[in-house]
């Protein structure tokens, strides 16, 4: 049975890093596309990174040259470093697995998974 088990959500002064793992457990096979989405009280999910299983990343605008995507195959662990965190990052982060990337000539990007994990609160503290 396909897992996905996310940790490392908690709370972190503005400017500070928090680095989220996900555990990507019971795949017959590795998945080609990973990301991490995001969720504030209010809004609409928002994908903020994908990544290949051999490591070719895409960045929401938003969060581009701040966070780092990365799958670690060795141990089945999907990393979503976040460093200079601002209080508009707050957000339920949640990882995903497989399913489909569609990319735009304008680099836009629009990832639909197949698998969801429960998701992990991340706050931001101004």
């Known amino acids: 049975k396909v897992r996905l088990v996310e940790s490392g959500g908690g709370s972190v002064e503005s400017g500070g890093s928090l680095n989220l793992t996900c555990g990507v457990f019971g795949f017959a096979y590795e998945p080609y596309y990973m990301g991490w989405f995001r969720q504030a009280p209010g809004q609409e999910r928002e994908g903020v990174a994908v990544?290949?299983?051999?490591?070719?990343?895409r960045y929401s605008d938003s969060v581009q040259g701040r966070f780092t995507i990365s799958y670690d195959s060795s141990v089945k662990m999907l990393h979503l470093q976040m460093n200079n965190l601002k209080p508009e990052d707050t957000a339920i982060y949640s990882c995903?697995?497989?399913?489909?990337?569609?990319?735009?000539?304008?680099?836009?990007?629009?990832?639909?998974?197949?698998?969801w994990g429960q998701g992990v609160q991340v706050t931001v503290l101004s």
């Open positions: 995903a697995a497989d399913g489909r990337l569609s990319t735009e000539s304008s680099g836009a990007w629009s990832y639909a998974p197949s698998y």
């Open positions: 990544t290949t299983r051999h490591g070719v990343a």
